[in-house]
């Protein structure tokens, strides 16, 4: 006998498997369950869509059978296709939203580790200055391209230590007064002080007066 029953699924424009169950009822009637399953929805949701249950005699369901399921069934396998398309474009929304927040994580931990590097240079360079190692210092000043934010602080810092170490290019040397060196710098043998220098001096300048003064006894010309 010909019943065309395959041949009309086959023609259902529905995706997954189609399960039915037949069940007497009474003695003249049946119950047929109709379930599409889908196992490629990953959405748990499709498990609460409900069989389509029909009932009737035998020669009801022959006339009627896929004029009823037709619909449905196509309704439930579009309604799971659409889930699954959900389900996929959700997965790589998390995908996507953890990317994002590893990227985040992995910026801030470079920043971080960033914000270390230079605070312990600068601390170094502190502590060297402290220590009076200007030149030092000075190299432990992170340099500007590392640091492009940070560009005024780190031309201020090499500015203020390169002053305490670098020369006066355009500053004139002091002028150094001449001074005749006291005798007892030269004569340190003798002993000469201060007051030695002063006796000497006036007694030299006696002997000047008496050999100037005139003597009675001198013939005049």
């Not at 949701?45 to 009932?55: N, V, Y």
């Amino acid at each position: 006998m010909d019943t065309n029953f395959f041949n009309q699924i086959a023609q259902m424009d529905i995706i997954g498997d189609l399960h039915i169950t037949v069940a007497k009822a009474t003695e003249d009637r049946l119950v047929v369950l109709v379930m599409l399953q889908n196992e490629a929805c990953g959405d748990s949701a499709k498990h609460s869509i409900p069989p389509l249950s029909l009932r009737g005699t035998a020669e009801e369901l022959d006339q009627g059978f896929f004029e009823n399921i037709t619909a449905p069934m196509q309704s439930a396998s579009g309604l799971m296709v659409d889930m699954e398309g959900y389900m996929k474009q959700l997965e790589n929304t998390k995908k996507q939203s953890a990317m994002v927040k590893e990227k985040e994580d992995r910026q801030k931990k470079e920043a971080e580790a960033k914000d270390k590097k230079f605070n312990d240079a600068m601390a170094k360079a502190d502590e060297l200055e402290k220590e009076g190692k200007f030149r030092e210092a000075w190299m432990k000043v992170p340099e500007i391209h590392e640091f492009p934010l940070k560009a005024e602080q780190l031309r201020r810092r090499k500015a203020e230590l390169s002053a305490k170490f670098a020369p006066d290019l355009f500053g004139s040397a002091p002028e150094k007064t001449a001074t005749e060196p006291p005798k007892e710098a030269l004569f340190p043998e003798h002993g000469y002080t201060g007051e030695d220098e002063q006796a000497e001096q006036e007694e030299t300048e006696t002997h000047e007066a008496e050999y100037w003064e005139e003597d009675p006894d001198e013939p005049e010309y």
